[in-house]
C-alpha cells in the first residue's frame, strides 16, 4: 500500500461543476506548493481539445480539473489543393484563444499544445502554426504519426492498469488510426494510418444510407490501410500470449454510448466500460440503415458524430476481425493526457512509465482521499483490519477468488468521505462521491462494487430498490459486493476511535465459528467499546453467512 501523506484540513468543503465531479474550494489545497498545473491542448482533425490538470509528484499522478472541447473541423480541406481552409483556421484560433484564457485563468504552470494529421498532411500545416504563433504566442508541436501514437500510450497507460497482459490501443481519429501493442513497460510497437472517420466519410460516403457495394468496397479499402499495422502488431505477439484491446476516441466512446444506452445500467462515464464484437456488428448493422437524420435523433450523439460515426463504426469492426478480438474496453485517456504524461517526465516529475503504471490503483485512491479530506491514519487502520479479516476467514465470511479483496482496500480507504456532506447519512454521500469520482486502474463495474462496498458498511443491508445495488452489474458483483461490505463494516467497528487502540487482530476459526482476538496497544485500559461495536455485527454476520462471530480481548471471552 502506499506511503502515508498528510490528509487535507477537516474543514475542506467541495462544489459540484456541470460534470458533477467535485473539486476543493480549499485554498490551502490548491495553491500547495507540490501541486503543479499544466494545461494540454490537442488540434485534431474534428475537434480541438483542452485539458488542465493537476499533477502531484509526491504520488506520481495528476488528476484532470477542468476539460473542453469545440468542434473546429480542422479536416474539412479544400477537396482541390488539400489546404486547410480559412473558415477551418479560424475556428481554431478564435477556440485558442478561448482556451488560452482559460488556462491563464486557472494559474497553469505551462500550455502545451500538439497538432496532428489534419495538419501535418496539409501542404500549409507549417505555415498556420506559424500563424498560431504570431496571432496568439502559443507554440503548437506537429507531432508525426508515429510520435502520436506513443502518446496515445502514455495517456492510457496513466488511466488503465495493463498488468502482465499485452494491449492492443486503438485511437480511431478524424484524419488517422493509430494502433500500438504495449505492455505496462514499454510499447512493443507503435503505428499510424492515413485513415479517419472524417477523411473516410469526406471522400467516400456521398449518398446514405450506404448502397451493399459501397459497404464492401469500404471494408476492404479499411483492412488495406490497416493491413501494414496490424501485420507489424501480431508479429510481436508472443506465441500464446493473451491480448487485451482498448480503444479510445470519440468514435469509440460514442459507441459505447450507443451500446450502452440499450443496457439497464445508466453510466457516468464511459473509462473501463466494455462490449463485444457481437454488440458491435449489431450497432453497425442498426446505423448502416440510418439516413443521418435519424442518427442526430439518436441522445447519445451528437450532431456532429451522427455525421462520421458510420465509417468510425466500420474501422473499428474491421480492426477487431483483423486482431482476431472478441471485446473492446474503453478509455478516456489518450493523446491529451499523453501530453501530460509527457511533460512530467519532461520536468523531472516522473522517473519512467513503470512509477506511473506500477500501482496506479493505490495512487488514484490516496489522491481521492486526499481529495476528500479523508482522515488517512483511521482509514489505512481500517484497511489494515479489513484485509487482516478479508485473509483468515476465506471461506466462512467470503468465497472471494481474489478481485475483492483490492476492491475491499480502496472501500475501506474511501468510506468515510462523506462524512464532510452529511454525518448522519455519510455511507450515501461517500458512495455518490466514489460513484462520481475518477478511479484509475479499475473497469467500470469494479468501480461500481467500490462505491457499494463503501455504501454497504453501515445502517441498512442492501435493497432492490437502491440505486447503488441497481447499478451493480450481475448476481456475482451483488456478491462479492455484499461479503466486502460485511468485513468493512466488521472492520469500522474496531476503529470506533479516533485513536489507534488495538494493536493487532488474532483469529481462531473452527468449522462455523470466528473468534477475533484483540489484541490492545499499550497503555491502552481497556478494549470494551469496541467489544461492545463489534458485538453488534453478530446478528448480521450469521443472517448473512451462517456464521458464529465472537470476540475476545487477551482470550478472556466475550
Not at 488556462?103 to 497538432?115: F, G, H, R, T, Y
Not at 448493422?285 to 460515426?309: N, T, V, Y
Amino acid at each position: 500500500m502506499p506511503e502515508n501523506l498528510a490528509g487535507i484540513s477537516d474543514n475542506q468543503s467541495f462544489v459540484t461543476n456541470s460534470k458533477g465531479t467535485f473539486k476543493s474550494k480549499d485554498s490551502r489545497f490548491r495553491n500547495n506548493e507540490k501541486i503543479r498545473r499544466v494545461a494540454a491542448v490537442d488540434i485534431g482533425t474534428n475537434s480541438t481539445h483542452l485539458v488542465i490538470a493537476s499533477v502531484d509528484p509526491s504520488l506520481n499522478t495528476f488528476s484532470i480539473e477542468f476539460s473542453e472541447k469545440s468542434s473546429t473541423r480542422l479536416g474539412n480541406r479544400d477537396i482541390e489543393t488539400g489546404c486547410l481552409t480559412d473558415s477551418a483556421k479560424n475556428r481554431v484560433i478564435e477556440t485558442l484563444k478561448r482556451f488560452k484564457d482559460i488556462a491563464i485563468s486557472q494559474k497553469v504552470n505551462e500550455i502545451v499544445l500538439a497538432a496532428t494529421s489534419a495538419v501535418r498532411e496539409s501542404p500549409n500545416g507549417q505555415e498556420f502554426l506559424n500563424q498560431i504563433k504570431n496571432d496568439l504566442d502559443l507554440e503548437v508541436e506537429l507531432v508525426s504519426g508515429s510520435e502520436e501514437a506513443r502518446l496515445i500510450y502514455l495517456g492510457v497507460l496513466s488511466g488503465m492498469t495493463f498488468g502482465n497482459l499485452p494491449h492492443f490501443v486503438l485511437d480511431i481519429g478524424g484524419g488517422s488510426t493509430e494502433l500500438i501493442l504495449a505492455d505496462e513497460s514499454d510499447a512493443r510497437a507503435l503505428t499510424s494510418s492515413r485513415l479517419g472517420a472524417v477523411s473516410i466519410q469526406r471522400d467516400f460516403i456521398k449518398k446514405e444510407p450506404i448502397s451493399q457495394e459501397r459497404l464492401d468496397f469500404l471494408r476492404t479499402f479499411i483492412q488495406g490501410s490497416l493491413e501494414p499495422a496490424v501485420n507489424k502488431i501480431l508479429s510481436r505477439i508472443k506465441k500464446g500470449e493473451r491480448t487485451v484491446l482498448v480503444s479510445t476516441s470519440g468514435t469509440a466512446l460514442a459507441l459505447g454510448a450507443l451500446a450502452s444506452s440499450e443496457e439497464d445500467n445508466l453510466l457516468l462515464g464511459m473509462h473501463g466500460y466494455k462490449f463485444s464484437k457481437e454488440k458491435l456488428d449489431k450497432l453497425v448493422e442498426k446505423l448502416l440503415k440510418m439516413s443521418p437524420e435519424q442518427r442526430r435523433k439518436l441522445s447519445s450523439l451528437s450532431d456532429r458524430r451522427a455525421e462520421i460515426i458510420v465509417p468510425g463504426a466500420l474501422i473499428l469492426q474491421v480492426a477487431m476481425n483483423m486482431l482476431q478480438v472478441e471485446e473492446v474496453v474503453l478509455s478516456e485517456r489518450a493523446l491529451r493526457e499523453g501530453l501530460v504524461v509527457d511533460w512530467m517526465f519532461r520536468k523531472g516529475l516522473l522517473k519512467d512509465r513503470y512509477s506511473l503504471q506500477g500501482s496506479i490503483r493505490e495512487r488514484t485512491v490516496t489522491h481521492q482521499a486526499e481529495r476528500f479530506s479523508v482522515n488517512r491514519q483511521r482509514s489505512e487502520r481500517v484497511a489494515r483490519f479489513a484485509l487482516d479479516i478479508y485473509d483468515n476467514t476465506k471461506g466462512i465470511l467470503h468465497n472471494d477468488k481474489g478481485i475483492g479483496r483490492s476492491l475491499l482496500w480502496a472501500a475501506a480507504m474511501l468510506y468515510s468521505c462523506g462524512q464532510h456532506i452529511n454525518l448522519a447519512a455519510y455511507h450515501k454521500h461517500s458512495w455518490y462521491l466514489i460513484r462520481h469520482g475518477e478511479l484509475l486502474g479499475y473497469s467500470h463495474s469494479e468501480h461500481l462494487m467500490v462505491a457499494a462496498i463503501a455504501r454497504y458498511h453501515r445502517k441498512s443491508l442492501p435493497k432492490k430498490r437502491h440505486e447503488a445495488w441497481q447499478a451493480l452489474e450481475d448476481k456475482e458483483h451483488r456478491k462479492i459486493v455484499s461479503e466486502m461490505a460485511l468485513i468493512l463494516r466488521m472492520s469500522v467497528a474496531l476503529n470506533c476511535r479516533p485513536d489507534p487502540v488495538i494493536s493487532c487482530l488474532r483469529f481462531i476459526v473452527r468449522d462455523s465459528e470466528i473468534n477475533i482476538n484483540l489484541i490492545p496497544a499499550s497503555n491502552v485500559p481497556n478494549l470494551d467499546l469496541e467489544k461492545w461495536s463489534l458485538s453488534n455485527c453478530f446478528s448480521i454476520v450469521k443472517d448473512l453467512t451462517g456464521a458464529n462471530l465472537k470476540v475476545s480481548i487477551n482470550n478472556s471471552s466475550f
